[in-house]
């Protein structure tokens, strides 16, 4: 018996994948322990900016919200598809 509708499921499926995508691309723009990357020399310089501050500020934050999002992700992919062997 199914509590939700396939349909539904897959919709909330999409948009967990696009939260995981951008919450990746977020923490990548703010992470300073990625030496050598492309962002981290674009935004080096960047930290004398107020702005760019304040958004740093919430780095630890969105680990949470993207491991939060590829748990119920991954939950509900499986659920939906099942374990294929």
């Known amino acids: 018996m199914d509590i939700?509708?396939?349909a539904f499921t897959i919709q909330i499926l999409f948009i967990l994948g696009i939260v995981n995508l951008?919450?990746?691309l977020l923490i990548y723009a703010?992470?300073?322990c990625i030496p050598g990357s492309v962002i981290s020399r674009i935004t080096?310089?960047?930290m004398q900016y107020a702005a760019?501050?304040?958004f740093f500020r919430y780095h630890?934050?969105?680990w949470w919200v993207l491991w939060?999002?590829?748990i119920i992700h991954a939950?509900?992919?499986v659920w939906l598809l099942g374990v294929s062997s």
């Open 52 to 54: 760019y501050k304040s």
């Open 22 to 24: 951008v919450t990746l």
């Open 68 to 70: 939060t999002s590829v």
């Open 44 to 46: 080096g310089n960047l």
């Open 30 to 32: 703010t992470c300073r």
């Open 4 to 6: 939700t509708p396939p």
């Open 60 to 62: 630890c934050y969105l």
């Open 75 to 77: 939950t509900l992919g």
